[in-house]
């Protein structure tokens, strides 16, 4: 039986809100094979604690929504900014951003295109980055992700940029980062990865995508260890962006009352990010500060 709107509103908004929720819950934290342990501190890391931080970043997808939002954050704090997008010329905010900041530079990269990766990571290959922060995804169309309609092309793609692509860019850019003196590597991924969390079928491959991220990620975070490399693994919140609305129209559902602001969410994920410390790595967390079960 197709789901009626205000089933699929209850069966969307619970995973896409509850980074939201969870600053007024406390968490448990995830350990090995999935379980639980006691009771955790509410939080961590304090998402409203920044930090005299500075250093040079490099966003990916940063011609729009929370990686512009990044972009611009990071700029303000006067961080050295290498922001990233796939057609630089049609993005028109960034490159405003970028003229009116010296410190702000914008470069081709895009996830499918790997030797786009390369030749970035070549062109920088004497730039040391404090934080290389994959924040570029895609949901994909949801409406080929329902049951029954499952378009497998799709899936592939959304696979291709959300994890392969991110992987790539960990790999091509290890050097840098571990030549930096923050050494850190970010993967914006989602509270939608988490399987302990699941309860709708909706956007099934953006789900699995990110769930595939956390994992890897978490792999690598065993291998850099010896770099002295940090990895963080972060969710954003449910955050006012295109990806969302789309998501949330597939839903038959408009409102916005749960969602946080670009800037919001950017704010917090920075502050988080510069809290994570080597004994951190590998943490799923919210941009709330809590941790996240898998």
Known sequence: MPLTPLKRLFSIVPLTAIALLAAALPTQTALAGGHTGGAAPDRLFDPAKRSELRGTVLVTGANRGIGLALAKNY?????????????????????????????????????????????????????????????????????????????????????????????KMTEAFVDHVAASDQKKI???????????????????????????????????????????ITIALISPGAVDTRMMNAALEHANYQGKSFMITTAESAEAVINVIDQYERKHSGMFLAHTGEVLPW
Do not use: C
Not at 87 to 100: H, K, M, R, V
Not at 114 to 143: E, Q, Y
Not at 189 to 203: K, M, W, Y
Not at 216 to 223: D, H, L, R, T
């Open 186 to 228: 970010v993967g914006i991924t989602s509270v939608q990865g988490s399987i302990a969390s699941l309860r709708d079928p909706l956007i099934p491959f953006y789900k699995m995508s990110k769930t595939a991220l956390n994992m890897g990620m978490s792999s690598v975070a065993k291998i850099v260890k010896r770099k002295k």
């Open 75 to 167: 700029a303000e704090r006067g961080w050295t900014v290498i922001a990233t997008a796939r057609s630089p010329g049609n993005a028109d905010e960034l490159n405003a951003l970028a003229a009116t900041n010296d410190n702000v530079t914008v470069e081709r990269m895009d996830l499918l295109d790997h030797a786009s990766i390369d030749a970035l990571a070549a062109k920088l290959r004497d730039v040391p980055i404090d934080v290389l922060l994959n924040n570029a995804a895609i949901m994909g169309d949801a409406a080929v992700q329902d049951f029954g309609k499952y378009d497998y092309e799709e899936m592939a793609k959304v696979f291709a940029v959300n994890v392969a692509g991110t992987l």
